[in-house]
């Protein structure tokens, strides 16, 4: 059976990556796909886990490669999925959520038509500066052009299936939760997952 593919998009320091984490070590049957980007670490992030830090020279001759699933261009870097890693979790039979942007959600949509894709919104544009502003990690300049394209970004709601918005951030995980929960439930995932059980109750089995 083929494992699901989620997809959680946002825009920029709406708390997405938070809440991937608090999903992800409460979900451990879930995989995250780890991108490649041409982006400069940020201080706390590692080289494999946070991202797989690429040369852009590199990153465009993998791209002529047919290396990634999707790639994007997002704040003058490249972002991009590798193949192999999902194309093989998923057939694998292992869930796997994609943590990207809008461009890249829409290329996914359209190889995976099934990939289940979450946008995350935040309360307020105030409260999404106070966000960028509080990671510290970025420099004003950076800041401005982030919450310039937001809303541009926000703008591709109409594209998911569903949309959280992310005000209480355990509001907002349960929200994540229930969607992910909800998409294993399904008759078409339950009639692998349940088969023996499904086989035993339609062949009368008193076991
Ligand atoms: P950041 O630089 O803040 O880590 O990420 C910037 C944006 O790039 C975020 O919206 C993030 O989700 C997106 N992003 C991260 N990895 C990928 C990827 O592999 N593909 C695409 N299209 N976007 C990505």
Known sequence: ??????VVAA??????????KALLERTPELSLSVSHTTR???PGEEHGV??????KTVFEQMIGDGYFIEHAEVFGNYYGTSHTGVSQQLEQGHDVLLEIDWQGAEQ?????????????????LKALRERL????QDSEEVIQTRLNGSVEEIRQ??????????????????DLRAIIRAAGL????????????????????HD
């Open 50 to 55: 946070h991202y797989h830090f690429t040369e």
């Open 40 to 42: 400069a670490m940020r």
């Open 108 to 124: 996914v949509r359209k190889i995976f038509p099934k990939s289940i894709q979450i946008f995350i919104i935040p309360p307020s």
């Open 157 to 174: 709601h109409v594209n998911f299936d569903y949309l959280i918005v992310n005000d209480d951030f355990d509001a907002a995980l349960s």
């Open 186 to 205: 399904t008759s078409a995932q339950q009639v692998v997952k349940q088969q023996d059980l499904l086989i035993a109750l339609l062949n009368g089995s």
């Open 11 to 20: 825009a920029s320091g709406t708390g997405k990556t938070s809440l991937v």
């Open 133 to 136: 502003s509080n990671r510290g």
């Open 1 to 6: 059976m083929a494992g699901l593919l989620f």
